[in-house]
């Protein structure tokens, strides 16, 4: 990739794909009745980015997506919710990543983790309330489905995708 526009354009490309999964991801009917419970897909391109492009273009999409998606979709509330969980799983899989090195599935659940937990820290603030923790448990097994199952397509996405196309050498 040679130019500033082409460097542009591809992010640009990132944050609306990620977008499209949320609306996607929003119209799937909730089978589950838990509050909180989702598939997680926009982190299908945050694992593309953060394996492809940087560290930085991951938290920069990611941050985007999570204001348009929840600036569109969502409300004020919403929109604390997904900056909390995402700025902690986003931090928490490039910290991940970049100290330890691990399979791209184990960064996957861990940022579905920590995706929750910060959800749910928000929720405990907001309601004033610690008794909400014992949540964590729900949503940190459906987390882990969801992040392992997303992982293993993550990898399978990140192997596939033109390496020339998404050079590190940006």
């Not at 989702?38 to 940087?54: F, I, P």
């Not at 941050?63 to 995402?86: H, P």
């Not at 986003?90 to 959800?119: C, D, Y």
Request: aromatic share 10%; glycine share 8%; charged share 10%.
């Amino acid at each position: 990739m040679n130019s500033r526009a082409e460097k542009i354009a591809l992010r640009a490309v990132l944050v609306a794909a990620a977008f499209v999964l949320a609306w996607l991801e929003a119209q799937i009917p909730t089978f589950i009745a838990v509050p909180g419970v989702k598939l997680g897909l926009t982190n299908l391109v945050v694992l593309l980015a953060l394996y492809r492009l940087s560290w930085k273009d991951a938290l920069v999409i990611n941050l985007i997506r999570i204001i348009l998606v929840g600036i569109t979709f969502g409300n004020l509330f919403s929109l604390w919710y997904s900056l909390a969980g995402g700025l902690l799983s986003g931090t928490g899989m490039i910290l991940l990543k970049e100290l330890a090195h691990p399979r791209l599935v184990t960064v996957s659940v861990a940022g579905a983790l920590l995706h929750n937990l910060g959800q749910l820290l928000v929720a405990m603030f907001v309601l004033e309330t610690s008794s909400l923790f014992y949540y964590l448990v729900v949503l940190w097994v459906s987390g882990a489905v969801a992040g392992f199952v997303l992982g293993i397509l993550g990898a399978v996405v990140v192997k596939r995708v033109n390496s020339d196309i998404f050079s590190k050498k940006q």
